[in-house]
């Protein structure tokens, strides 16, 4: 029973580390204040979890957990989380901060669902199948946000339309302004491509884990990484001053086609996508 709440922590840890990173990448690229706290004050509550799971195991094995490899990774996860913790509070180096915890989210999905640490788990069947649903959550919310960014799209087009011709209508009052929805778009990529970074690192390490045989070069994992790219793109033009007003807008909705593309196409292509 101990050994099935120890791995359900580790699941909540990695979902809340996420979380924090998706805040971070929001405040990252905004300035958002809201975003800043909370992915701290949620990323303090994950270092105090893999404190607790560090004294736990030093408790337990009457030594350092440094001796194979998955201890290691879980050790360097914790430094990574705890440099990133000491940046942010005393040197306020945000940049440095949101990167460590890129490379620290990563190991320490990585350590909770690497192939050993299933292989010891006593509900290792459990952890596949939960990390390939927290793999296709966060994929779904991704296609979500991109989705929200693509209907703002369409009313900042509509909008800019009606201004340009100056006909005004009894449905023009109802409409946001051109201002709200860039800020739409914009927030809906701030958190789209986050959720959709999560949902790869996630998806690979699945794959990893649960397949005998599987390839990078498969359509779906092709297919994501360079939606993940297109967006990536499309955000940093955006910052960059490069895409504005009706480019950027056309943008999302370009970019949105690709979505429904990768989403049906891709699966279809897909070697073992084929659930979707």
């Not at 924090?20 to 975003?35: E, P, Q």
């Not at 490899?69 to 306020?92: D, V």
């Not at 449905?171 to 999560?198: E, W």
């Not at 033009?237 to 593309?261: E, P, Y």
């Amino acid at each position: 029973m101990a050994d099935m709440v120890m791995a359900r922590l580790h699941e909540v840890m990695v979902v809340l580390y996420a979380v924090s990173l998706v805040f971070y990448f929001i405040d990252y690229l905004n300035k958002d204040t809201f975003a800043h706290r909370s992915a701290f004050w949620i990323l303090t509550v994950v270092y105090f979890l893999q404190t607790f799971f560090l004294v736990m195991y030093i408790y337990e094995w009457k030594r350092f957990p440094v001796l194979t490899l998955f201890e290691g990774i879980y050790f360097y996860a914790w430094l990574l989380i705890t440099l990133s913790i000491i940046l942010h509070l005393f040197y306020k180096v945000n940049h440095a901060v949101f990167f460590l915890n890129v490379i620290g989210f990563i190991f320490m999905t990585i350590h909770t669902f690497g192939p050993v640490q299933i292989e010891q788990s006593p509900i290792g069947e459990a952890l596949i199948s939960e990390l390939l649903f927290i793999h296709i959550t966060f994929a779904i919310l991704s296609y979500a946000a991109f989705a929200m960014s693509f209907v703002f799209s369409i009313l900042y087009l509509l909008v800019y339309k009606v201004l340009k011709k100056k006909k005004w209508t009894k449905q023009f009052s109802r409409l946001p302004s051109l201002h709200q929805t860039d800020l739409g778009m914009k927030a809906s990529l701030y958190t789209g491509i986050p959720f959709l970074f999560v949902s790869l690192v996630l998806g690979v390490q699945w794959a990893i884990v649960a397949l005998d045989v599987w390839s990078f070069l498969d359509m779906k994992i092709i297919g994501s990484f360079i939606l993940l790219a297109v967006y990536g793109s499309v955000l940093i033009l955006k910052r960059s001053g490069k895409l504005t007003g009706n480019d950027f807008a056309w943008a999302n909705v370009f970019a949105f086609l690709f979505v429904i593309i990768n989403f049906f196409l891709g699966s279809k292509l897909s070697e073992f996508h084929f659930w979707l």
